[in-house]
């Protein structure tokens, strides 16, 4: 992952009518370590992490990083959205040899089915869109993870390719504050 670009970060907390996307903090450990090590989290994406490996490895504090927020409900985490570079070396880009920012997200089963990923991925591409003017979002899933397509859909993403990786079929998409805003 490369920097975001010329943003301030960390940004002031973004609050919505439910949510806040936020820095990750200690009380959170224990809600990173679920969210990566959960079978049903991670069915998409490669599987769940092992348990004991994670524990020792998440820090106390969980790391701060450009491009990654808490999403936070009623003062606990419940999931994370990202935005970050897209390596410049993987195959597929909408403008060659770019590092797009890609969106990513992660939510707690517990926290499916409620709109909260519609709602903090919505707010973190608002901000983007402000921080970043003009620069276009990606964000790629398995054409089979129905949940992600569906919310990529309510997000305003287009498709741009399907292709083939991690030995499924993937949907890459992008989203442009430019188109959305003529």
């Known amino acids: 992952m490369t920097e975001l670009g010329p943003v301030a970060w960390p940004p002031a907390s973004i609050k919505t009518e439910r949510l806040v996307l936020r820095e990750p903090e200690a009380r959170d450990r224990a809600a990173v370590i679920e969210v990566f090590t959960s079978p049903e989290v991670g069915a998409y994406i490669g599987g769940p992490r092992q348990r004991d ?3 020792r490895a998440v820090p106390e504090t969980p790391k701060r990083r450009p491009g990654l927020f808490v999403v936070d409900l009623d003062g606990a985490m419940i999931g994370i959205v990202t935005l970050e570079r897209r390596d410049p070396e993987h195959p597929v880009h909408v403008r060659p040899g770019a590092s797009e920012v890609e969106l990513g997200y992660m939510f707690l089963p517990q926290a499916w089915g409620h709109g909260y990923a519609t709602e903090a991925c919505a707010a973190a ?6 921080a970043l003017p003009g620069e276009p979002v990606v ?7 129905e949940r992600s397509m569906r919310l990529a859909a309510k997000l305003g993403f287009t498709e741009v390719q399907r292709y083939e990786d991690w030995g ?3 949907w890459f998409g992008i989203w442009s504050p430019v188109a959305l805003s003529d």
């Open 168 to 170: 499924a079929e993937q």
């Open 139 to 145: 964000l790629t899933t398995q054409t089979a993870n």
């Open 53 to 55: 490996e994670f524990e």
């Open 125 to 130: 591409l608002d901000w983007c869109a402000e």
